[in-house]
C-alpha cells in the first residue's frame, strides 16, 4: 500500500499556519479543527515542519507558560521528514519509527499535498493484512471447494 491510497482515504485537507505564529494560537487552530497537529510553513510557503500536542507539551516542560507566546516555528525539527504520495506506508512507519515522529507531510512537486499520522499507518497496514489474510483463507478453502 502506498502514501497516497492513506490520502485518498482519510482525505487531503492539510491544515497549514506560518511559523511566526504564535503556540497559545496554534493550539487554538488544533483545537478548533479536532485535530493533534498542523503543518508550518515559512512565509514563502515552504515547509518548515509539524507542531503537535507533543511539541507544545515538551515546550511547557522546557520553557512553562512562556511558551505559549513562542512562535511555532521555534518547536520544530531542525531537519522535518516527509514523504512522497508514492513511497510505501511502510516507508513512512519505518521513518516515523526512526526519527520519532508521528506525523509525516506529504510532499509532491515541492507542494504539501497531505499529512498522515502513525494512527493512519496503522490502519492501513491493518487493511492491507486482512484483505491478504481473506485471500490466504480462500486460497486454503479451494482445494477442498474443488475436490466436491
Known amino acids: 500500500m502506498r502514501v497516497q491510497d492513506v490520502i485518498k482515504t482519510k482525505g487531503a485537507a492539510v491544515i497549514t499556519v506560518a511559523d511566526t505564529i504564535r503556540v497559545d494560537q496554534a493550539v487554538r487552530v488544533m483545537q478548533e479543527q479536532a485535530i493533534g497537529a498542523l503543518v508550518v510553513v515559512a512565509s514563502d510557503g515552504r515547509l518548515r515542519g509539524v507542531i503537535s500536542e507533543r ?4 515546550a511547557l516542560a522546557r520553557h512553562g507558560k512562556a511558551a505559549l507566546d513562542l512562535a511555532a516555528g521555534r518547536l520544530l525539527l531542525a531537519a522535518c521528514p516527509a514523504v512522497a504520495p508514492d513511497d ?3 516507508d513512512a512507519m519505518a521513518i516515523m519509527t526512526e526519527r520519532r515522529v508521528r506525523h509525516l507531510p506529504v510532499i509532491s512537486n515541492h507542494s504539501i499535498v497531505g499529512l498522515i499520522s502513525l494512527g493512519d499507518t496503522v490502519k492501513a497496514r491493518l487493511t492491507e493484512k486482512i484483505a491478504e489474510n481473506l485471500v490466504l483463507r480462500d486460497m486454503a ?8
Open 55 to 58: 511539541e507544545v507539551i515538551l
Open 88 to 90: 510505501t506506508v511502510r
Open 141 to 148: 478453502r479451494w482445494p477442498a471447494a474443488a475436490a466436491a
